[in-house]
């Protein structure tokens, strides 16, 4: 078998696991939009204190709140605020609310800046609005009782929801899929090979 006839097939092979995996990933799990908003760490000012270490210090108590956004205690905070936030969205179990609390959260921190960046995903694109807005709420009227330093959080980007949902990541299952089926292709080829 010459070298392009395998990669044709490797190709081929590929190519259809990536689109069994998009198809399964449609089939199974649900589509959620995304609701993003960006919030910009602004540590108190501390006598003495040169620009490098304060901006050092924003994207730490950053990196800590991406952390704590996640954890029970801001969830409940969040679900307080009344928003017109689906109350039966959340199940009532524990272990299943902070499994769902952080399937639906994600925060992440510009490298060597203090802006948090907060994506909230949801099946409803508006409720992922509103539980965004509460979020911000939280962060703006009392996020400093969740960080040890002092800060202000101010909103950069208001939440707006995707067009298009975002989840599952549509794109990154075809990828893998594509590199999986190619992958393993190739290698049943060479086992072949080896043992004819």
Same mark, same amino acid.
């Given at each position: 078998?010459?070298?392009?006839?395998?990669?044709?097939? &490797?190709?081929?092979?590929?190519?259809?696991?990536?689109?069994?995996?998009?198809?399964? &990933?449609?089939?199974?799990?649900?589509?959620?939009?995304?609701?993003?908003?960006?919030?910009?760490?602004? /540590?108190?000012?501390?006598?003495?204190?040169?620009?490098?270490?304060?901006?050092?210090? $924003?994207?730490?108590?950053?990196?800590?709140? &991406?952390?704590?956004?996640?954890?029970?205690?801001?969830?409940?905070?969040?679900?307080?605020?009344?928003?017109?936030?689906?109350?039966?969205?959340? /199940?009532?179990?524990?272990?299943?609310?902070?499994?769902?609390?952080?399937?639906?959260?994600?925060?992440?921190?510009?490298?060597?800046?203090?802006?948090?960046?907060?994506?909230?995903?949801?099946?409803?694109?508006?409720?992922?609005?509103?539980?965004?807005?509460?979020?911000?709420?939280?962060?703006?009227?009392?996020?400093?009782?969740?960080?040890?330093?002092?800060?202000?959080?101010?909103?950069?980007?208001?939440?707006?929801?995707?067009?298009?949902?975002?989840?599952?990541?549509?794109?990154?299952?075809?990828? &893998?899929?594509?590199?999986?089926?190619? $992958?393993?292709?190739?290698?049943?080829?060479?086992?072949?090979?080896?043992?004819?």
């Amino acid at each position: 078998m010459t070298n392009i006839r395998i990669i044709y097939r &490797a190709l081929v092979n590929g190519i259809i696991v990536a689109l069994v995996s998009v198809l399964l &990933a449609y089939l199974i799990l649900p589509l959620k939009y995304a609701a993003t908003t960006r919030i910009l760490v602004v /540590p108190h000012e501390v006598p003495g204190v040169d620009p490098y270490t304060s901006s050092k210090s $924003a994207e730490r108590i950053a990196q800590n709140m &991406a952390e704590i956004l996640s954890s029970s205690q801001f969830f409940k905070r969040v679900i307080s605020i009344s928003l017109g936030i689906d109350p039966h969205y959340f /199940p009532d179990d524990e272990l299943e609310r902070r499994k769902l609390w952080n399937q639906t959260i994600d925060a992440s921190v510009g490298l060597n800046t203090g802006i948090l960046t907060i994506n909230i995903y949801h099946k409803d694109p508006d409720q992922a609005v509103r539980i965004s807005t509460a979020v911000i709420q939280v962060l703006t009227g009392s996020g400093g009782d969740f960080s040890v330093n002092s800060a202000d959080f101010r909103v950069v980007d208001s939440p707006v929801a995707s067009k298009y949902p975002k989840q599952p990541n549509f794109p990154a299952i075809a990828a &893998a899929g594509l590199l999986g089926g190619a $992958a393993v292709s190739v290698g049943f080829y060479i086992f072949r090979r080896k043992n004819s």
